[in-house]
């Protein structure tokens, strides 16, 4: 108990950048050890009994939050929107999880680089931001870089990486949802809603693929569940407390936990072409941060 409040007491005497860097390196690793599991569970239990058992019990893991605010926090005014994002987002978690199923864990860590790339596509052609020819040049970057992974055409050629390239484009969507809901409702209101619309849409899936689950399959479950409240929570928290172009970069320690992973509980290790691609990926993701970052100063 002692341990852990001293190493609370000592991160808040740290500067912000300090502060960030530690909470987005444990958003990576949780990212990571979250999809080492689904990558194992998948192989005993159909994804999507996979994603049903994870939003349920995420949405235990919320359940403290809702009874400490009252119902009033679920009061919102975008509800079609609320469900529209979660509908958006299930397909999200549900080619993530089919990718899994397929594809080696640290190749697929290395595609979902290509989410914030996509959702700075989308802000242009739908929120009508404005753009530059680097932006554009950026978003090319990532998207050499996605190829460089996927291989299309070769012997190295994975099809459920082209589900985890889907599971970017509408994780880029859901961003851009998010983007907007944020206007109106809390953070931890959209995290609730989520999880609800999740645990709704995948009912249906599950009960018609279900295999009663052994006492280890629910642990996972429950992991699961866990590992993706400590992604959010710690990503935003990272997120507001510095600048993204601080902390960004040590969301890259993903594809090293990752391969780390994959590597000890899956004999699985990523030849150098995943290394490349990744790296292109997410150097194009830290450039598209940077040149947002130097327009919102100028403005």
């Known amino acids: ?10 991160l808040q005497r740290q500067s912000p950048a300090m502060r960030g860097a530690y909470w987005m390196t444990v958003s990576a690793f949780g990212y990571a050890a979250s999809i080492a599991i689904v990558h194992h569970v ?8 996979v994603v049903f058992l994870r939003n349920v019990f995420g949405l235990a893991f919320m359940a403290p939050w809702l009874i400490r605010v009252g119902l009033s926090a679920l009061k919102t005014n975008r509800l079609k929107m609320h469900v529209v994002r979660g509908a958006t987002s299930a397909m999200n978690v549900w080619l993530l999880f089919a990718a899994l199923w397929l594809a080696p864990v640290a190749d697929t860590a290395a595609i979902t680089f290509m989410m914030p790339i996509i959702a700075s596509l989308f802000a242009v052609l739908f929120l009508k931001e404005k753009t530059t020819a680097s932006r554009w040049l950026a978003v090319c970057l990532g998207f050499a870089g996605a190829l460089i992974v996927i291989r299309p055409g070769m012997a190295g050629f994975n099809f459920g990486l082209l589900l985890a390239l889907g599971s970017a484009i509408s994780g880029a969507a859901v961003a851009i949802l998010i983007k907007t809901l944020i206007r109106y409702d809390s953070a931890d209101t959209i995290a609730f809603y989520l999880f609800v619309s999740h645990t709704i849409f995948s009912l249906g899936p599950a009960l018609y693929y279900w295999i009663n689950p052994t006492i280890l399959q629910l642990g996972w479950g429950v992991a699961l569940g866990y590992l993706g409240t400590l992604i959010q929570r710690n ?13 960004l970069p040590f969301n890259f320690t993903r594809l090293i936990w990752a391969a780390l992973f994959g590597w000890v509980f899956f004999s699985e290790f990523p030849d ?5 691609g990744g790296s292109v990926i997410f150097a194009a993701s ?5 040149l947002a970052s130097a327009g919102s100063n100028k403005t």
Do not use: K, Y
């Open 42 to 49: 998948v192989q005993e239990l159909h994804f999507m009994q």
């Open 1 to 10: 108990m002692f341990g852990p409040l001293f190493f609370n007491q000592w």
């Open 272 to 276: 150098p072409w995943t290394w490349v």
């Open 286 to 290: 830290i450039w598209l941060t940077r």
């Open 235 to 247: 990503f935003n928290r990272a997120m507001g407390v510095a600048d993204a172009t601080v902390v």
